[in-house]
């Protein structure tokens, strides 16, 4: 079974920084793409930014130049993936949701599917 655990959320006031970080743990055989997603409440879950596995990485046009995904890539770490968020705005204000597109060796290594965590909220706000 995989389990995807996300940490690092709470509350900041305007202008300042939060990370966030996410590690996937259990059966998990080989991870495609890791992300962070967020949702505001009354609004629909939206993407914030991804990474492949070639370190290929997409923003969210709201974040771009705010945020930096990465992606550990050391043997010990290789499946955590972390979110450092800058000069926040309290529209940032939402619970952030990390997810995985990977396969568990416990089902079939072959099948590929979205994993999720329980989110974290981040809160923006003097």
């Known amino acids: 079974q995989v389990q995807v655990v996300e940490s690092g959320g709470g509350l900041v006031q305007p202008g300042g920084s939060l990370r966030l970080s996410c590690e996937a743990s259990g059966s998990i055989f080989s991870i495609i793409t890791m992300g962070w997603y967020r949702q505001a409440p009354g609004k629909q879950r939206g993407l914030v930014a991804t990474?492949?596995?070639?370190?290929?990485?997409?923003?969210?046009d709201s974040v771009k130049g705010r945020f930096t995904i990465s992606r550990d890539s050391t043997k010990d770490h290789k499946n955590m993936v972390y979110l450092q968020m800058n000069s926040l705005k309290p529209e940032d204000t939402a619970v952030y949701f990390c997810?995985?597109?990977?396969?568990?060796?416990?089902?079939?290594?072959?099948?590929?599917?979205?994993?999720w965590g329980q989110g974290t909220q981040v809160t923006v706000s003097s």
């Open positions: 990474v492949t596995r070639g370190g290929s990485t997409n923003y969210a």
């Open positions: 997810n995985i597109y990977g396969s568990d060796y416990s089902v079939d290594p072959g099948i590929f599917r979205d994993y």
